[in-house]
């Protein structure tokens, strides 16, 4: 493998001209720049990025940090932030904050150790506290995603979750529903409590009366998804559609459902949020929320970096959803009912 110290010998040149060839910076005859760089060429060489950067004052690199490395949502929010940041030239560090806001603050600080460029959090549970804390630490931008906050502390890229669940309960309301179960995700968390909030203001609005025993708290995943829909189907009280809070306990409430032997979507409705690739594959195939991640991830990516080098952007940008029709929901069909009113 050439070094450094063979371009020297085959340009002729000494190896601090050749390190401010690489680095760009001092003055050097564009004759012996082109020098080096055939040197460079002809050797295959590799100038060492990180070297480079120090030498700029910079890592070359960006953090993120998200909540878990679970499901089909964060490998969609992975894979655009990786080619975000390989389109832009940069190295990205990830780290995940087990869901855990000590976690997440720290994974913050070790990447502003590592001098990240700039850092993108996406955040469950990290505190207003401690962001606040953040705020007089970091000497790095940072960018949130899916947080919104009470005071302008740090750029945010956030979704409209209340938007998206009452753009799914205005849908099956359309098709003549009233009682609507619903399977949240877990409401520590801002976007659980989002979600619920406007589950219970859209039946507000149509002057449906609220029904606690219409909903079941779960954490995310299938087999809380089923178990969940298992606990409403033994409640017996009657519905005829469900949404959940995202696709795979939607999946797995369809599998609940199935397994009792009621019918989806003649007997009961279900919808989900997400767009999970999955929800295309099942049978019914199911109605969805989708949430632009893929974009929202690649605008905080680039916020992040263009704050690095000291560029003005706007403090925040909020993504909506967009309804996916498919064959989970019918009208409502008073003659179907699996249960009685």
Sequence with gaps: MSTIVDVCKLAGVSKATVSRVINGTGQVKKSTRDAVKAAMEQLGYRPNTLAQSLARSETNSIGLVISDYEGIYFGNLLKQASASAEQ?????????????????YEAILRLQDRRCDAIVLYSRKISMEQLQTLKQQLTVPLVLINRELSEPLFHTVTFDQGGAVKTMINHLISY????????????????????????????KQYAISFNPNLVKHAQYGLQNGYDACRELIEGNIAF??????????????????TDAGISVPEQVSIAGIDNNPMTQFSTP???????PV????????????????????????????????????????STKNWLAY
Excluded: W
């Design 176 to 203: 003549g529903h009233r009682k609507i179960a619903c399977i949240t995700g877990p409401l520590s968390t801002p976007t659980g409590q989002a979600r619920f909030a406007a589950y219970q203001d859209t039946l």
């Design 285 to 291: 195939a199911i109605s969805t929320i989708d949430l």
């Design 240 to 257: 005829s559609a469900l949404l959940a809070f995202n696709d795979e306990m939607a999946l797995g409430a369809l599998k609940a459902l």
């Design 294 to 333: 893929k974009e929202a991830t690649n605008h905080a990516i680039k916020v992040a970096l263009s704050l690095a080098e000291g560029k003005t952007c706007p403090f925040s940008s909020q993504y909506k959803g967009t309804l996916i029709q498919r064959d989970s929901i019918l009208p409502f069909n």
């Design 88 to 104: 832009a030239h940069k190295e990205l560090f990830i780290t995940d904050g087990h869901n855990d806001s000590e976690r997440e």
